[in-house]
Nanobody, 125 residues
Framework: QVQLVESGGGSVQAGGSLRLSCAASGNLGSPNYMGWFRQGPGKEREGVAI????????YYADFVKGRFTISRDSTQNTVYLQLNSLKPEDTAMYYCAARPGWLRYPLRESDYKYWGQGTQVTVSS
């Protein structure tokens, strides 16, 4: 059984940084996608950044390119999200998600099988 556990959320001022971590236990399958989604107040959940084990390919939503960086420690099956230059609109619950196989749209949340409980990121102006 796969479990995903997030950590690293918190409250920062605009312009600040945070680093989120997600540790996976169990067999994710290979290849697999592992990454981050978020849901802001009154908004739908949206894809943020995904790491695909094949060729270590990364995918980013347009709104975070240049500010957020996803990385992965394969030996520990952990994925990280470095959040820089945070804005108030980045305030959201950030969820880790994973699934095996191949996806045509890696940032589409409906295709993900495994989910963590979420970690809150709050950015004040």
């Amino acid at each position: 059984q796969v479990q995903l556990v997030e950590s690293g959320g918190g409250s920062v001022q605009a312009g600040g940084s945070l680093r989120l971590s997600c540790a996976a236990s169990g067999n994710l399958g290979s290849p697999n996608y592992m990454g981050w989604f978020r849901q802001g107040p009154g908004k739908e959940r949206e894809g943020v950044a995904i790491f695909y084990t094949t060729n270590r390919t990364t995918y980013y939503a347009d709104f975070v390119k240049g500010r957020f960086t996803i990385s992965r420690d394969s030996t520990q099956n952990t994925v990280y999200l470095q959040l820089n230059s945070l804005k108030p609109e980045d305030t959201a619950m950030y969820y880790c998600a994973a699934r095996p196989g191949w996806l045509r749209y890696p940032l589409r949340e409906s295709d993900y099988k495994y989910w963590g409980q979420g970690t809150q990121v709050t950015v004040s102006s």
